[in-house]
C-alpha cells in the first residue's frame, strides 16, 4: 500500500471526474466513468472497510467515484463519517439488506459503468483498468472476474474448492479465460448503469441481510438484463481480480451447511422468478460436471496418501444435499412469492385488499412494550387499505367483546386462570376461522396463545409469522423454563413462513438453540415515535429551575428493576440531596414499589406517574424534564424506552443485558450490572447527573417504517 491514508484514498478518489485513456489500447478505446460501490453493515469490519477503499486508491485507473452506503447501522455511518469527512458516504434508504444498499448506491453514482465491491475484499490493481477493457465492446452490458479467498487463519483441509461460492469467492469450475457466462459473483461485479436502472435493480427478495446467509440476488440481475438484452454478453475475465477477506467463523462446517442451505432456497426462489430454464442452467452444469470432477479429485488425492481429500470428496457430496435440502424446502415460498409478483404485474401494481389477523395475549389498547407495538403496526396496516383484526384475551374477562380502534377491530376473548397470565383461550381456535385470511401473525410466544393460534392456523391452511418479542417476567421460575419452551414450540416456529426479531441477538441466540437456519428470520426492529427526537438534538434538559430528575420507566413487574433504583436512591441523596426520582409506569408491582420507598422514607422524594401507551408526545415531553434515565431491567429484547430516552438526547445508565447491552455496545448508554450493590448502583447514578448531555443519538425506525416492512413481508408469504 502506498503512504496516503485512506481517508485521503477516498478524496483523491471521489474527485475524479476524468475518463482516462486505457494505457493497453493504442489511444483507440477510453476506460469509460467507473463508479465503485461499497456496501458495509457492521462497525466490526471498519478495518477491512479502509483496506477495500485503500486498494481502489491504489488502482492503475483511478475511479470515477468511490460511494459507500451504510446498511442501517447508525454507528458505523457515524464512524466512517468521522474517518472520511469528505467522502461519498449514504444510508442505505430501501429496506436493510445488500440489495437495497445497492440500489441505493447505484441510484447516487454517476459513472457509466458501476463496479460493487465488497465491503471486505482488496481489488487488484488493475482491476478498474481491466474491467473497464471489457466495455470496448459495446455489447458488453457487464464485466466481472475471479474472486480469490482470503483466510485468516490456514484454510480447513476438508474445505473443497468447488464450493468457494459459500465464502463468497469464485469455485474451480469458473472459467479460465475471457468468457460469456450467466452471471457474475456479487464481491466483483460491474455494470453498464443503463443497464441495471432499465431492470430496476436488485430485487429485495434475494439478498443478504447483514450476516444471514443468503444470495442470488446479482445472479437473478444479470439474468434479467439478459432477458432484456438478449445479443448483450456478461463477460468473465479472471484476471480482474479481488482478494476477499474470510473470517475464521467461516471456516465451520456449521456454516458451510448453514450458507448451503441458504443458497438453496435463493435458488429455489430464483427458479420461481424467472423460471428453472434460466435460474438453474449454470447449476446443472456444475452439479453434473464440477462436483464430479472435484469428488473424483478428493478421492484421487485420498488415494496418493492425501487424507485430506477424503474429507473433500465427502464434503461435496454433504454440500449438495445441504444445497439440495434448502431448494426443496423453499419451493413452496418461492412459488408464494413469484405468484404474488404475478398478480401485481396483472393489476398493473393496484394492490389488493391484504387481510390480516394479528393474535396476540393482551390487548393492543393496554400498557406494555408488545400491546404497544401490535397496536402501532395493525392502525397503519388499516391506513394503508389492509383488512386488520386483533384476537386476544383477557383473563377473566368476558366470553368475547368487540371494539373498534384507528380501523382495527379488537376481539377479546376469556382466559384462563383469572389471576394469572397464561391465556389458556380455546375460544381462540373458533374465532381464527371467521374471516378467511391471508395472513396471520403471532405476536410474541410467551403464553399459551402462541402455540393454540400457529396449530391453528395450520389447520387452516393460512401462512402465519411470528414475532418472539422476548421479554422478562417476574416469576424467575418462568424466566429459567424461556429455553425448554422454545425448544417445545421448535416443531411449530420451524413451520412459519418466517420469524421475525426485533433485535440482533434473537437470531443467533434462538436461532442457534432451537436449530434453525438464520435465513428463516427477518429482522424487523420496534418502530419509534419520531417526537422523541424531533428537536435535531438542540433542546436541553427542561428542569426549569428543579433539581436532578432520575427516571425509572416501565411497566411494574418486579423484574423491570424499579426497585433496584429505589435501593439506589438513598445513596444518590446522599451527593445530591435536591434530588428527585420518578418511577413512570402502571402495573401489579405497584404496591410493593410503594412500601419499599415508605421503608426508606423517600415517600416525599419519589412520584408515581404514567403517561398512557397512545401518548407517545406527552411521554417525549416528560422525557425532555429529566436529567438522567435508568433502566435496570433483567431483560429487554428491543428496549423502546431506551431507545425513545437516547433519542430525546437523555443521559441513560442500564443493565448490562439483553437489548439495553445492545444499545451500551452502540454507544448511546452506559451500562452496568443489573445486580449491582445499591451503593455502586447509586455511585453510578450520580457519576451519570455530572456529564454533559449525548454526544450523538440514535437513528430510530419509526413506526411507519416497521409497518412497511411488515406489509412486504407478508405479501412475500401470501398466496393468491
Not at 443478504?208 to 444470495?215: E, S
Request: charged share 25%.
Amino acid at each position: 500500500m502506498c503512504g496516503r491514508s485512506p481517508a485521503e484514498a477516498v478524496v483523491s478518489a471521489c474527485q475524479n471526474r476524468r475518463v482516462l485513456p486505457d494505457p493497453d489500447q493504442d489511444g483507440g478505446f477510453a476506460v469509460p466513468p467507473i463508479s465503485v460501490v461499497i456496501c458495509a453493515y457492521t462497525l466490526e469490519r471498519i478495518e477491512r472497510i479502509a483496506d477495500a477503499i485503500e486498494s481502489l486508491q491504489e488502482q492503475t485507473v483511478a475511479p470515477h467515484e468511490i460511494v459507500l452506503v451504510i446498511d442501517h447501522s447508525p454507528e458505523l455511518e457515524a464512524e466512517c463519517r468521522q474517518r472520511w469527512p469528505q467522502a461519498h458516504i449514504l444510508a442505505n434508504r430501501e429496506k436493510q439488506g445488500l440489495s437495497g444498499a445497492r440500489n441505493t448506491g447505484l441510484a447516487e453514482s454517476s459513472g457509466v459503468v458501476v463496479a460493487f465491491l465488497d465491503d471486505d475484499a482488496v481489488a487488484a490493481p488493475d482491476w478498474i483498468e481491466r474491467l473497464g477493457q471489457a466495455y470496448a465492446d459495446e455489447k458488453v452490458l457487464g464485466a466481472g472476474g475471479a474472486v480469490r479467498p482470503m483466510w485468516s487463519e490456514t484454510p480447513p483441509r476438508w474445505f473443497p474448492a468447488e464450493f468457494d461460492w459459500v465464502i463468497g469467492c469464485t469455485h474451480s469450475g469458473m472459467p479460465r479465460q475471457r468468457e460469456a457466462v450467466r452471471n457474475l459473483v456479487g464481491a466483483n461485479m460491474s455494470f453498464r448503469r443503463e443497464a441495471l436502472v432499465e431492470v430496476g435493480g436488485f430485487r429485495h427478495e434475494l439478498g443478504r441481510i447483514g450476516k444471514i446467509p443468503a444470495g442470488c440476488e446479482e445472479t437473478d440481475l444479470c439474468i434479467r438484463i439478459g432477458k432484456r438484452h438478449p445479443e448483450g454478453t456478461i463477460l468473465y475475465d479472471p484476471a480482474a481480480r479481488v482478494e476477499h477477506f474470510v473470517p475464521a467463523e467461516r471456516a465451520q462446517r456449521s456454516y458451510f451447511s448453514s450458507r448451503c442451505r441458504g443458497e438453496g432456497r435463493s435458488k429455489a426462489i430464483l427458479a420461481a422468478l424467472v423460471g428453472s430454464d434460466s435460474g438453474l442452467s449454470e447449476e446443472r452444469s456444475y452439479v453434473r460436471r464440477t462436483l464430479p470432477l472435484g469428488f473424483l479429485r478428493g478421492l484421487g488425492n485420498g488415494a496418493r496418501g492425501d487424507f485430506g481429500g477424503i474429507e473433500r470428496a465427502t464434503m461435496i457430496v454433504f454440500g449438495l444435499f445441504a444445497t439440495t435440502s434448502g431448494y426443496l424446502g423453499a419451493r413452496r415460498e418461492a412459488k408464494r412469492i413469484a405468484r404474488r409478483r404475478d398478480r401485481l404485474a396483472e393489476t398493473e401494481g393496484e394492490q389488493e385488499q391484504l387481510r390480516v389477523l394479528t393474535v396476540t395475549p393482551l390487548s393492543p389498547l393496554s400498557q406494555g412494550g408488545v400491546e404497544r407495538h401490535v397496536m402501532e403496526v395493525t392502525r397503519r396496516f388499516a391506513a394503508a387499505g389492509a383488512k386488520v383484526e386483533v384476537l386476544c384475551t383477557e383473563p377473566g374477562g368476558p366470553a368475547v367483546a368487540e371494539e373498534e380502534r384507528d380501523g382495527v377491530t379488537i376481539r377479546t376473548v376469556r382466559a384462563w386462570p383469572a389471576n394469572r397470565d397464561w391465556c389458556l383461550a380455546p375460544r381462540l381456535w373458533r374465532e381464527m376461522s371467521r374471516q378467511p385470511w391471508d395472513v396471520i401473525h403471532v405476536q410474541s410466544y410467551h403464553t399459551l396463545v402462541a402455540p393454540l393460534a400457529m396449530l391453528r392456523a395450520l389447520t387452516l391452511g393460512i401462512p402465519y409469522v411470528v414475532t418472539f418479542h422476548g421479554g422478562g417476567h417476574t416469576s424467575e421460575l418462568r424466566n429459567r423454563s424461556r429455553p425448554m419452551q422454545r425448544l417445545l414450540l421448535r416443531p411449530l416456529l420451524k413451520r412459519a413462513q418466517r420469524l421475525i426479531a426485533v433485535a440482533r441477538f434473537e437470531i443467533d441466540e434462538y436461532g442457534g438453540e432451537m436449530g434453525i437456519q438464520a435465513e428463516k428470520f427477518a429482522l424487523i426492529p420496534n418502530g419509534t415515535d419520531l417526537a422523541f427526537s424531533a428537536d435535531n438534538g438542540d433542546a436541553p434538559v427542561e428542569n426549569n429551575g428543579r433539581p436532578p430528575t432520575i427516571a425509572s420507566i416501565g411497566r411494574l413487574e418486579h423484574y423491570k428493576g424499579h426497585h433496584r433504583v429505589i435501593a439506589a436512591f438513598p445513596h444518590v441523596l446522599e451527593r445530591e440531596p435536591e434530588a428527585r426520582l420518578m418511577i413512570v409506569g402502571s402495573g401489579p408491582y405497584e404496591a410493593e414499589l410503594r412500601r419499599q420507598i415508605d421503608q426508606l422514607g423517600l415517600a416525599e422524594r419519589v412520584e408515581f406517574t404514567s403517561v398512557p401507551a397512545d401518548d407517545p408526545a406527552g411521554m417525549a415531553t416528560l422525557m425532555r424534564g429529566l436529567s438522567l434515565v435508568v433502566l435496570l431491567s433483567d431483560f429487554e429484547t428491543h428496549p423502546l424506552v431506551a431507545l425513545e430516552a437516547a433519542a430525546a438526547g437523555r443521559r441513560l445508565l442500564v443493565a448490562d443485558s439483553s437489548g439495553l447491552a445492545e444499545l451500551a455496545a452502540d454507544g448511546f448508554a452506559r451500562a452496568i450490572p443489573a445486580d449491582e450493590s445499591p451503593d455502586k448502583v447509586g455511585e453510578a447514578v450520580v457519576e451519570e447527573l455530572h456529564q454533559p448531555p449525548p454526544s450523538r443519538r440514535p437513528k430510530l425506525t419509526s413506526w411507519d417504517e416497521c409497518a412497511d416492512e411488515l406489509l412486504e413481508l407478508y405479501r412475500t408469504v401470501t398466496g393468491p
